[in-house]
């Protein structure tokens, strides 16, 4: 399986030019890593023109959230299927900041299942807010597992990335080291085997994200044992970002 870096562009850049030049080195500097899946979400506004520009490219684009319905009177909202027919193939779900702003893990069940029937690939993020020293986190991260995924059959599995991303390290100067990255992947793994067939688990790409950079990036990749990153900051750098593919592209 290759490598899945994700870049969230949050609400960057501040102009479509300034997004349209990002894509376009970021999708030249990708071109020849074949082993390597990236994927850019820019901001709504900008995914059409995203879409447009990466159309058979390697580059994927994707989305940072996607609304409960898939149609309707909710002023201001996109849903699922629109950004699937402007070219989005991923998109994240459950994001820590989105968490914040009051997202249940019941709002992020629904928002999932219509992204991946709407044909997108689901990265559903998981994350505690702090690590306490009595393992409480583990409960935390079981909990929004088993609640996020709960409308997905075993089939729907299969469109289904999940993102680990402490809290206490997106947009912090330290990520999680790489030994804790890889101790909390195997409970992801573990939950997920619970919860669905064991087979059909172990083939869901676990990513971690908070403060990654090229610094870090083969580290965690290598020590942490995942199959990927979810990159906040850096993916708006086109130049770091295309480190950090590389790195995975020659990871193997
Ligand atoms: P960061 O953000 O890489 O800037 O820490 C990660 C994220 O929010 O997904």
Redo the contacts with the bound molecule.
């Keep these: 399986m290759n490598q899945l870096i994700v870049g ?1 562009w ?1 609400m960057h850049p501040a102009t479509l030019l300034e997004a349209k030049e990002a894509v376009s080195r970021i999708k030249r500097g990708i071109k020849a890593l074949p082993r390597v899946q990236v994927v850019i979400c820019p901001p709504f506004v900008y995914l059409s023109e995203v879409c447009k520009s990466l159309e058979g490219t390697k580059l994927s684009p994707g989305v940072q959230d996607v609304f409960t319905e898939l149609e309707g009177s909710f002023t201001g909202e996109v849903s699922a299927a629109q950004a699937a027919s402007c070219g989005a193939k991923y998109a994240i779900i459950g ?3 989105r968490r914040n702003l009051g997202e249940t893990n019941a709002v992020i069940a629904q928002k999932a299942i219509l992204a991946i029937r709407s044909g997108l690939t689901a990265i559903v ?1 998981i994350g505690e807010q702090e690590r306490d020293t009595h393992g409480k986190y583990f409960s935390v991260l079981k909990d929004q597992l088993t609640h996020s995924l709960a409308k997905l059959s075993q089939t729907e599995l299969k469109k289904v990335v999940i ?1 680990y ?1 402490p809290v206490w ?4 100067n330290v990520a999680m080291s790489p030994g804790q990255i890889h101790e909390t992947g195997i409970y992801i793994r573990k939950v997920l085997s619970d919860l669905y067939d064991p087979a059909a688990a172990a083939k869901v790409p676990v990513l971690y ?5 090229f610094e870090n990036a083969r580290d965690i990749l290598r020590e942490g044992e995942v199959d990927g990153l ?6 708006l750098i086109p130049e770091d970002i295309i480190a950090i593919a590389k790195i995975a592209h020659d990871l193997k």
């Excluded at 994200?209 to 950079?213: A, C, K, R």
């Excluded at 979810?230 to 993916?235: F, K, T, W, Y």
């Design positions: 969230n949050k994001h820590s900041e993020c993102a991303e390290a997106v947009g912090a994200g908070g403060s990654v950079g979810l990159i906040g900051r850096q993916s």
